[in-house]
């Protein structure tokens, strides 16, 4: 089986189960528990997350293991937006987020706060004339993904950032989840996010693992309430294996940067080029400028379910434009914000690129592509 669905997410990495195994196995102790034991667990857990904050530039009490985007989003929202209400209660936030981010801002308007979302160019990107349109003395919160998981965008993160704190006292938060590990993603000082949320699924992690990181001091209301770990912000027994493995997971995908971002980006631009070779058939959602990761496009008049299957006998493993939305059989708010040509609405294909994938694979895959058009279009 040849794997093209690394958005969704990922294989875990051997060395990171291996890791997995044996703090399950020998640093089963409670970390916070005050015997010896606990202690040692306690230990890694402090080494993990010393290493998370030092890749995210900040100290250690403001790194939060989480169980993944979906919570870290969710905590970022919630956590914050609620804690800082005496700035006031309006919101920015994209129309192309991840359903955690705009689920939960839609459970925030039922609370009374006010939402503006940041439309997209055709390249799927803000523009930053409206967020300083939007910007007012009152937003407490910006939300805005740094890369697109359906199509690759790439949104101007830092020039967002000094708009956002010239402009208001909002804390602006960042889903890294589709960048970390594939773009740099080490803002600072005033070219900065000031929360950043990632997934540990989707880097070679374990599913059920990833981490909030706070790039300052600000008030945050807990999500989950209990024994008052992670600073009291996070309550729960840590999961020390989880954030041993997501830490161990971190490192190597920043250690392998300059290769993945090379690799990818040869990929992309050879899939670009073999794609528009079906002219008028085919319809590029990504885009030059996007994550290379990401390739998304769509087949004239076809439906994207037909695309996988007959992919799908060939051996080859790619989604319609994002792993939610493919199974609501509807077409994603990603895509309709795009505005592109009806013909194109049905037939979008998200391949996704992750660490064990090879060149070979991708030449397969342009020999499964012709061999499908063929049957399929009748193209030649
Ligand atoms: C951009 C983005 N944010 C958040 C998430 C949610 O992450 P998780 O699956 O770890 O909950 C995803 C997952 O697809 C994503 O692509």
């Excluded at 070979?360 to 061999?371: D, V, W």
Aim: net charge neutral.
């Amino acid at each position: 089986m040849i794997y093209f669905d690394n958005s969704a997410t990922t294989k875990p990495h051997p060395d990171i189960i291996d890791t997995f195994v044996k703090v399950n196995e020998q640093y089963y102790a409670n970390p916070a528990s005050i015997h010896a034991a606990g202690m040692e667990a306690n230990g890694l857990l402090d080494r993990a997350r010393s290493q998370v904050a030092q890749i995210f530039n900040t100290d250690e009490k403001s790194v939060i293991f989480t169980a993944g985007g979906t919570e870290s989003n969710n905590f970022a929202i919630f956590g914050v937006s609620k804690a800082n209400t005496h700035i006031g209660k309006h919101i920015i936030t994209s129309e192309i987020e991840h359903a955690s981010t705009l689920e939960a801002v839609k459970s925030l308007e039922k609370e009374g706060f006010e939402i503006d979302y940041l439309h997209v160019d055709e390249a799927g990107v803000i523009s930053l004339e409206e967020l300083k349109q939007k910007i007012r003395k009152d937003t407490v919160f910006v939300s805005i993904m740094h890369v697109n998981n359906e199509i690759g965008a790439i949104q101007p993160i830092e020039e967002a950032a000094k708009i956002i704190h010239a402009n208001s006292r909002a804390i602006f938060h960042v889903d890294a989840v589709q960048s970390f590990g594939k773009l740099p993603i080490i803002f600072n000082g005033d070219h900065g996010p000031d929360i950043i949320t990632v997934s540990g699924h989707k880097i070679h992690a374990l599913k059920g693992s990833g981490v909030i990181v706070f790039r300052r001091k600000m008030n945050i209301v807990p999500l989950i309430l209990g024994g008052g770990q992670e600073f009291g912000l996070r309550s729960g027994t840590v999961a020390v294996p989880q954030a041993v493995a997501f830490a161990k997971a971190a490192r190597i995908a920043i250690e392998n940067l300059p290769s993945t971002q090379s690799k990818y980006k040869k990929w992309k631009c050879d899939l670009m080029k073999f794609l528009t070779s079906f002219g008028e058939y085919i319809h590029l959602l990504s885009t030059d400028s996007g994550a290379n990761h990401i390739l998304s496009f769509s087949v004239k008049d076809l439906k994207g379910e037909i695309l996988i299957n007959a992919l799908q006998e060939l051996g080859i493993i790619v989604s319609t434009s994002s792993a939610c939305s493919s199974k609501q059989m509807k077409t994603s708010h990603v895509v309709t914000a795009l505005n592109i040509n009806p013909k194109f609405k049905n037939g979008v294909i998200r391949l996704s690129f992750g660490a064990f994938n090879t060149d070979e694979e991708i030449n397969q895959f342009k020999e499964s592509f012709k061999k499908v058009m063929k049957d399929l279009k009748g193209v030649n």
